[in-house]
């Protein structure tokens, strides 16, 4: 059962300089104990969709379409409701969340709060026990909740990052890009422990990595952005392995190996830059650095179509034997 559900989310920004609508039209949905990896490049629309799931987005943003956490559309309830959803319900690992830790206060207090706020029922005693449950759960020595954060390393703090996101035991739990500042090593075990986790709580995941190969090994689906919307869904080694849309296909090859060097995500070989939200092209968004382009794709915007079992593409060559 979907416990994460966008039904065509658009979110534009308003800025002196016009509207920047910086998602157009995403639709989504994560099953519980399903793992989904979102990826695209930078600017394409993540962080910002990402925000829509717990209405964190700027007052200068706009966001239309519905976003079901658990069948409730957060972007029409109530205050009062959405700060019940927020941690209950749904919670977020923010890009560059490491830094968010309070420096002067030590860990099991900052794990403690958010449990004692949301949970009427939860006294001093319980709230610490089930953080040191949580802290165990992570892969972390009970005694850590005594550290400072700048006790323990990069990895470690990630780990407290996610036990935070799972003190109110969340259905969704969202993972913007949760792994970019660590070692490959200690990512590929941060990721492992979230799909754990994930399983054993029945928690649908959403995984924000640029590392394709990181999502290819860890998500069961993985949805590729450009321009604010999804240009390809699928399952995740399939996707990579066979991509339908032109520019999953030009990512894929930047990662060619997957399971040796990586290196960091640079799409080789695909000429120019992404778009800016305010200024994109006619017809498909991708068409002008597109190797496979014809004439129709400056002109026409082709939507998501089936594009095998369980995928969907956004190309023109899709369903016509080009694909
Ligand atoms: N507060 C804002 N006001 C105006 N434009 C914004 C705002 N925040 C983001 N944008 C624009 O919206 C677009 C999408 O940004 P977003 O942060 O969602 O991208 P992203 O895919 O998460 O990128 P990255 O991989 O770099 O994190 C970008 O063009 C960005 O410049
Ligand atoms: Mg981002």
Request: proline share 7%; glycine share 10%.
């Amino acid at each position: 059962m979907a416990v994460l559900e966008l039904r065509d989310v658009h979110l534009t920004y308003r800025t002196a300089q016009g509207p920047v609508p910086a998602v157009r039209g995403v639709d989504l949905s994560v099953d519980g104990g399903e793992v989904l990896g979102l990826a695209g490049e930078s600017g394409c629309g993540k962080s910002s969709l990402v925000a829509s799931v717990l209405r964190l987005q700027p007052r200068s943003a706009t966001v239309t379409g519905q976003v079901l956490v658990g069948g409730e559309n957060v972007q029409t309830m109530s205050w009062r409701r959405l700060r019940a959803v927020r941690w209950g319900e749904a919670a977020v690992v923010f890009q560059g969340a490491l830094h968010s830790l309070n420096p002067i206060q030590r860990i099991g207090r900052q794990l403690v709060e958010p449990i004692l706020l949301h949970d009427s029922a939860a006294t001093p005693r319980t709230a610490a026990d089930k953080v040191a449950g949580l802290l165990a759960q992570v892969g972390l020595p009970e005694t850590h909740a005594d550290s400072y954060p700048h006790q323990l390393s990069g990895g470690q703090k990630q780990r407290v990052m996610i036990a935070l996101a799972l003190t109110c035991d969340p259905q969704v739990l969202i993972a913007d890009e949760p792994t970019t500042a660590l070692d490959v090593m200690v990512q590929a075990q941060v990721l492992e422990l979230l799909v754990g986790i994930a399983r054993q709580r029945g928690m649908g995941v959403v995984i924000i990595s640029h590392d394709l190969s990181v999502l290819a090994t860890t998500c069961h689906r993985v949805a590729v952005m450009y321009a604010g919307r999804v240009v390809e869904l699928g399952p995740a080694q399939e996707l990579f392995e066979h991509a339908r849309h032109p520019y999953v296909r030009a990512l894929a090859r930047a990662f060619p190996t997957i399971g040796e060097a990586r290196s960091r995500y640079a799409p080789a070989g695909l000429p120019g830059d992404p778009p800016f939200p305010d200024r994109l092209p006619s017809g498909c968004p991708f068409h002008p650095r597109c190797a496979d382009a014809v004439d129709e794709c400056s002109s026409v915007d082709v939507r998501l179509r089936p594009a095998g079992p369980g995928r969907v593409a956004a190309c023109v060559h899709v369903g016509a034997g080009v694909g």
